[in-house]
């Protein structure tokens, strides 16, 4: 989850938590264009605020998704420090650019294996009536199949 967007909207953080979810890091304030150069403290800053913003009683994010999967010089050590672990993808679901629910399900199957790890969006500036039902269309499809949603094992984290 991005930071900014869990301060605005607490309730649904905590509904995701409420409902068995776990929740990682995906940034403060998603600089997509400049997280890359980053110094070491702006680094900690983005961090440090995204934590505050998502912890919740027992609820502590492990996990931490970097922003187009470009990872800063100073990220490790930041990770570390904050018992945080990176994960990355290994389907591109193309729904940031797609206009189509089917295409996005169509890139998902295609790529579905065991232990994949699917990468999916449920922001602006996608379009939402793809953003939202592709989510949906994607889960019911990897049911179908006989998969099932869950968190990536430990050795799959990266380091």
């Known amino acids: 989850m991005i930071g900014e967007r869990a301060e605005a909207y607490p309730e649904l953080v905590d509904a995701v938590i409420q409902g068995g979810h776990s929740i ?59 018992r945080l672990h990176c994960v990355a993808w290994s389907i591109r679901s193309g729904d940031a650019l797609s206009r189509s629910v089917a295409s996005v399900v169509a890139r998902v199957e295609q790529e579905l294996r065991p232990g994949a790890i699917i990468l999916l969006h449920e922001g602006p500036p996608m379009d939402s009536s793809v953003r939202i039902e592709a989510i949906r269309a994607v889960v019911a499809m990897i049911q179908t199949k006989g998969f099932r949603c869950v968190l990536p094992e430990r050795e799959r984290w990266v380091r």
């Open 24 to 82: 990682g890091v995906h940034n403060y304030s998603h600089p997509t264009r400049t997280f890359w150069a980053f110094g070491r403290r702006k680094v900690a800053d983005e961090l440090d605020r995204s934590l505050e913003a998502l912890m919740r009683g027992e609820c502590r994010p492990q996990l931490f998704r970097s922003l187009v999967g470009i990872k800063n010089v100073f990220l490790r050590r930041a990770l570390s420090a904050r």
